[in-house]
């Protein structure tokens, strides 16, 4: 019943910020999180969210450059992405969590979306 649509990619200069969403069709009292994937790469960890967002984690990859937060009256996760680096490339992935497994692996998460595509140039 509820889907999830990311949007807020684009193309930025190394340095540059970018700020996604992550809009749910319905109302969710889960956790959410941010997943990336460049190809040929597996699905990495990116930040996560308690549904009331008092906690946060990120990846050592981007602790201290990005923020996660969300707005539950209008059901949407944000990623505020600064300082960003070619590394950064991706498509950015939000996702429900689940209660299969641990807030950094894909499998603890059972809802996906589509995901937008990050992409930063040197």
């Known amino acids: 019943q509820v889907q999830l649509v990311e949007s807020g990619g684009g193309l930025v200069q190394a340095g540059g910020s970018l700020r996604l969403s992550c809009a749910a069709s319905g109302r969710t009292s889960n956790a959410m999180g941010w997943f990336r994937q460049a190809p040929g790469k597996e699905r990495q960890f990116v930040a996560y969210?308690?549904?009331?967002?008092?906690?946060?984690y990120y990846a050592d990859s981007v602790k201290g450059r990005f923020t996660i937060s969300r707005d539950n009256a209008i059901n949407t996760v944000y990623l505020q992405m600064n300082s960003l680096k070619p590394e950064d490339t991706a498509v950015y992935l939000c996702?429900?969590?689940?209660?299969?497994?641990?807030?950094?692996?894909?499998?603890?998460?059972?809802?996906w979306g589509q995901g937008t595509q990050v992409t930063v140039s040197s």
């Open positions: 996702a429900r969590r689940g209660s299969g497994s641990a807030y950094y692996s894909v499998s603890g998460y059972d809802l």
């Open positions: 969210i308690t549904y009331g967002g008092g906690i946060t």
